[in-house]
């Protein structure tokens, strides 16, 4: 897996304080993407152990709520058994941070990530342009979920996330 950068204090992708990891990768190559530099699958920079640690040094601060996934896309083939491998150490060294995936691809369409069960909030669907809403928390076109995973897991249905922010944004 290649990444581009490791976000730190930040504020705009997921709830409270996070760090994010910008994965390289994607092919849905949406329309005025925010982030086209990542679409390369050969971008960036190899994700090494000195990243790894990077990430679990910010992890390890009180004031770090959890680590967002985002990219290009951290669900692109390529990517899929490394972002498992991840989430799943990152889940078990972490229990209580939250951890946030944006991707591409439908809910439907990755349902059996095997890593998908750690996930606490997966942010599904491509990016429309024509669809845009910047009224939106976190996500930037109307067809995109925030999806509560363990709740949907647990309910056998989409269950949408639901915080403060969201319900403050939809009372106005």
């Known amino acids: 897996m290649r990444y581009h950068n490791i976000t730190k204090d930040d504020m ?8 994010v990891l910008w ?3 994607c092919t849905h190559h949406c329309k005025n ?3 086209p530099i990542t679409w390369d699958i050969a971008g960036g920079i190899e994700f090494d152990e000195a990243a790894e640690n990077e990430i679990y040094a910010e992890l390890e601060k009180d004031h770090i709520d959890g680590i967002t996934f985002s990219g290009g896309d951290p669900l692109h083939p390529l990517n899929r058994d490394d972002v498992n491998k991840l989430i799943q150490k990152i889940h078990s060294k972490y229990p209580n941070k939250t951890i946030w ?3 591409g691809y ?14 606490d909030v997966l942010i599904d669907g491509e990016f429309i342009e024509e669809l845009k809403d910047e009224k939106l928390y976190w996500i930037g076109s109307s067809n995109q979920r925030i999806i509560d995973v363990k709740n949907t897991l ?4 989409m269950v949408i996330y639901e915080d403060n922010k969201q319900a403050k944004l939809s009372s106005v």
Request: glycine fraction near 14%; charge should be negative.
């Open 12 to 19: 705009l992708n997921g709830e409270g304080l996070r760090v």
């Open 23 to 25: 994965v390289a990768g």
């Open 33 to 35: 993407c925010h982030n």
């Open 101 to 103: 995936l944006y991707t």
């Open 106 to 119: 439908t809910y439907d369409e990755i349902k059996d990530f095997e890593g998908l069960p750690y996930i």
């Open 154 to 157: 647990e309910k056998g249905e």
